[in-house]
């Protein structure tokens, strides 16, 4: 069964470095999302991206924070200056386009970030 | 804008007893539901989905949720619990027609009692 891939699974970096959290989401999948969830929280939505550009994107989406398609299979978070509070499970996800119909996303198995 | 509520975030049941998982919904426009379920150190897998087709839905591991607008609730059941049922479940919701983005909740972990 397809599946969405992220790497690494665990990465450990320090306050102010800068992070790039990668995804290969599932090939014939139009849209992708990225989600995190805090330890013991809820998953929050991120960002949602179509057609090589943001379609949505949440309050917690701030300017250090970006993503990107660069090839035809990556599809890219990065958070420029990492805090605390970005130590979280991030989720990449990914749907595929329907004009009427649910959303369903595939999750990826996540990437946890841990930063000292 | 859509929203779900999760009443309970832990549940205890004993192995073979009923599993009830509570879930209310908001939306301002029909909705699309769904529950998720996320084992320990592992990512989000659908468990099942409603999409405005039949009300009662089943979905893998033995589990269903009937959707019930007059209450705007979306419950997950599952007649007998599994040790391997232990697990965190989400519930999530989007809005119809296209894309829409998923809101979850906040979660409900299930432990199973031997």
């Known amino acids: 069964e397809p599946e969405v891939t992220q790497t690494p699974s665990h990465q450990v970096t320090q306050m102010g470095q800068e992070v790039i959290l990668r995804c290969v989401p599932i090939s014939n999948h139009l849209y992708f999302y990225w989600y995190r969830q805090i330890l013991g929280q809820k998953v929050e939505f991120l960002v949602s991206?179509?057609?090589?550009?943001?379609?949505?994107k949440s309050e917690i989406f701030d300017d250090q924070f970006s993503v990107e398609r660069p090839d035809g299979s990556n599809f890219t978070l990065k958070i420029r200056s990492t805090k605390l509070e970005d130590s979280a499970m991030y989720f990449c996800?990914?749907?595929?386009?329907?004009?009427?119909?649910?959303?369903?996303?595939?999750f990826g198995a996540g990437s946890r970030l841990t930063v000292l | 804008a859509q929203s779900v509520t999760q009443l309970g975030s832990h549940v205890s049941v004993s192995e073979g007893a009923l599993v009830l998982l509570r879930c209310n919904y908001s939306?301002?426009?029909?909705?699309?539901l769904f529950w998720y379920v996320q084992y320990p150190n592992q990512g989000l897998q659908l468990l099942l989905k409603?999409?405005?087709?039949?009300?009662l839905v089943k979905g893998i591991n033995g589990f269903e949720a009937e959707f019930k607008k007059s209450e705007t609730s979306f419950h997950l059941t599952k007649p007998s619990a599994h040790m391997s049922d232990a697990a965190e479940y989400f519930c999530?919701?989007?809005?119809?027609?296209?894309?829409?983005?998923?809101?979850f909740g906040i979660g409900t972990k299930l432990q199973v009692i031997p």
């Open positions: 996800a990914s749907s595929q386009r329907r004009d009427s119909g649910a959303n369903v996303l595939t």
């Open positions: 999530a919701v989007a809005g119809s027609g296209g894309y829409q983005k998923v809101t």
């Open positions: 991206f179509y057609n090589n550009e943001i379609s949505e």
């Open positions: 409603y999409t405005s087709a039949a009300t």
């Open positions: 939306s301002s426009v029909p909705p699309y």
